[in-house]
């Protein structure tokens, strides 16, 4: 199985895309994972935030392939604790499943279109975060929970 994180946009803080790589390097001793950046929308200063969202739905959307499980990261979400996301991989990992892919959206959320698209809405807490720092989460996350699987030392419970 492959596990993609989309994100819209790039990493502006030069010490978030260090963290973030080093834990994409983590990972890659655990699954095959790929961090895409789809580019930002241009002129949204002359776009509703409906338009925005679609535009960024759109590009959402081409970048899925037919049998992907998109799961998006969204505020209204469920959920989990760092036991229960390496539970929720392992299972999609035992389905047979080619690729699972993690949408960050953009700062209105998503479209219609990708909601109806999506299998699950995973919230990483009720708290607000940048953008810029769910990627550094959701990676390290991904990198918790492969050592919680292999009963590796790096989480405490």
Do not use: C, W
């Not at 998109?70 to 929720?88: A, R």
């Not at 698209?117 to 919230?123: A, F, G, L, T, V």
């Amino acid at each position: 199985m492959t596990i993609k994180l989309l994100v819209l946009g790039k990493t502006d803080s030069a010490q978030l895309s260090q963290l973030i790589e080093e834990y994409q390097n983590r990972l890659k001793h655990y699954i095959k994972f790929e961090l895409e950046i789809i580019p930002d929308i241009k002129n949204t200063k002359n776009l509703s935030e409906k338009q925005q969202k679609e535009k960024e739905g759109e590009a959402i959307l081409n970048k899925l392939n037919p049998t992907d499980l998109l799961v998006l990261l969204d505020e209204n979400g469920k959920q989990k604790t760092s036991v229960e996301f390496s539970e929720y991989l392992q299972k999609n990992m035992n389905s047979g499943l080619k690729q699972l892919v993690f949408v960050v959206g953009g700062p209105y959320g998503f479209s219609e279109a990708v909601y109806q698209k999506s299998r699950s809405k995973i919230s990483l807490s009720k708290m607000t975060f940048s953008h810029q720092m769910v990627r550094l989460f959701m990676v390290e996350q991904l990198y918790r929970a492969f050592t919680i699987l292999r009963n590796e030392p790096y989480h405490h419970q």
